[in-house]
């Protein structure tokens, strides 16, 4: 449930840069289409395995920033040595799952290929819907979609198969990447679709013995699966609002809603960005509004133009957005001739290789002082958040609250505070037929480096996600910044 940041980069000169990214991150060469049963020799995959991490380490620029290069070679070996027999592609996969989460970046990921994912998802899911409490890690029932209706809503998940949910949401929330150590993303991804991940990660079977806890009352209900049909389209959660950009004033308050920051969303949609935001800030000024709550919660990020456009509207001078972006030598060593021409050779300086501003894209425009918008906002503005604020959306959240410009409500963002490590992404298939995906550039926020490290932005007010309000629909986050306005 991610956007990928979008810049203007020139097409052909990024796909020339991936072409050579992929084919040096395609190590072992093209196979033949595997087969969703076909069994690889434990040998290979431990040297697949081996291979895939040395050559990744040398493109992914923040490949050590959370875990260090010693205790990343003791998990490597240690993923090593827990293959001992052959596997299929998803035995494989669950494996390197939990080793690439280790890397503590969204945007880096290891994929079934789409054949894989259709043949796995069209059944043996569990017919339940659980939600995690964050703080406890209690696991609820939400919804029950099988044939026994007295498992009741509320009831509290003990073991599924005869494995403790402690020991399962443990291996889930290994495995589920995040920007660094943060969990909010995870819990409110399980929150939405623990079914898809207990089936990827855990296991598919046609039958789930699961004890459930009502009124300290343990019961087993055995549960025949269920197929995707019964749960609601992953499109659907994506995209559960009318228009990606909305904006409306109630009662003197002006509520601006931004769902997706991507343009090609908003495109589909009918709506321009830059005119939106420009006639919202004009009707608040002709208004006269005081005070504006911007709604980002679940904007999975996008187009980082649109993001700093927005950020300029609050501000009143010259700010900063971004402090810098780099790639690591291996990458920059490769930015030469028709590639040097769009973008320029990387500047080393102390050992980082640091993007110069092209010609052809505005993104590396953002890391320079930054100029306000005419008509900045000068009221009270609040900001609602939750775990998947990712990407761009989690720099604009970052940049908005070190500079206190607005009131942050609501949890955790699930992208970094400090920034994130994405822009161009290369992909590669390996013999197994699993896709790796690999960002290549390494954004650090204009913020306080020594403040929020491996986590998102922190809410000035932290709103839990209660059970009760999870099921309710209830919009606390909402609620809680109109009464903090009707404080005033």
Not at 215 to 233: G, I, K, M, R, Y
Not at 291 to 307: E, K, P, Q
């Amino acid at each position: 449930m991610t956007d990928s940041k979008q810049g203007n980069y020139s097409i052909k000169s990024v796909l020339i840069i991936i072409i050579w990214i992929s084919s040096t991150l395609n190590v072992f060469g093209q196979a033949k289409k595997p087969e969703p049963d076909q069994k690889y020799p434990a040998d290979s995959l431990r040297q697949w395995t081996s291979g895939l991490m040395d050559e990744i380490s040398k493109k992914h620029p923040e490949f050590y920033r959370y875990t260090d290069k010693g205790k990343f070679g003791l998990l490597i070996d240690s993923t090593q040595q827990s293959i001992q027999d052959s596997l299929t592609q998803l035995q494989y996969y669950r494996k390197l799952k939990p080793l690439f989460a280790k890397i503590g970046c969204l945007h880096t990921g290891i994929e079934l290929p789409e054949e894989s994912k259709t043949y796995l998802n069209s059944s043996n899911l569990i017919p339940l819907e659980l939600f995690v409490e964050a703080k406890t890690h209690k696991v609820l029932v939400s919804k029950n979609y099988s044939d026994k209706k007295n498992i009741q809503i509320g009831g509290e998940v003990v073991s599924i198969n005869g494995t403790p949910i402690s020991v399962i949401l443990n291996k889930l929330l290994a495995a589920i990447p995040s920007d660094g150590y943060n969990q909010t993303e995870k819990i409110l991804l399980l929150n939405y679709r623990f079914p898809f991940w207990y089936q990827e990660i855990i296991d598919a079977p046609k039958v789930f013995k699961v004890v459930v806890r009502s009124e300290n009352t343990e019961q087993t209900f055995d549960l025949n699966d269920a197929s995707q049909d019964v749960f609601p389209p992953l499109g659907k959660l994506e995209k559960n609002y009318s228009l990606p950009l909305e904006f409306e004033v109630k009662d003197g308050i002006a509520i601006l809603k931004i769902h997706s920051f991507a343009d090609t969303a908003i495109k589909q949609g009918g709506q321009n960005f830059k005119k939106f935001v420009k006639d919202v800030f004009q009707t608040l000024q002709q208004q006269n509004i005081k005070d504006l709550i911007i709604d980002v919660r679940n904007n999975t990020g996008g187009t980082d133009d649109n993001a700093a456009l927005l950020a300029s509207f609050f501000f009143d001078k010259t700010f900063r957005y971004w402090d810098k972006i780099e790639v690591t030598e291996a990458v920059a060593k490769e930015i030469k001739g028709f590639n040097k021409m769009f973008y320029k050779k990387p500047e080393e300086n102390k050992g980082l290789y640091l993007w110069k501003k092209s010609w052809i894209t505005k993104e590396f425009d953002y890391y320079e002082p930054q100029e306000p918008a005419k008509m900045n906002f000068k009221g009270n503005s609040y900001l609602l958040t939750n775990g998947l604020c990712l990407s761009s959306c989690a720099d604009f959240t970052a940049v908005m609250s070190y500079n206190k410009k607005a009131v942050v409500i609501g949890q955790e963002t699930g992208g970094g505070y400090q920034g994130n490590t994405s822009g161009m992404l290369s992909k590669a298939t390996i013999p197994t037929g699993l896709v790796i995906t690999i960002p290549l550039q390494k954004y650090t926020n204009a913020v306080d480096l020594n403040k929020n490290f491996g986590r998102g932005t922190i809410p000035d007010h932290e709103i839990a996600t209660t059970f009760e309000n999870w099921i309710g629909n209830k919009d606390v986050e909402m609620d809680y910044a109109i009464q903090l306005i009707n404080k005033k």
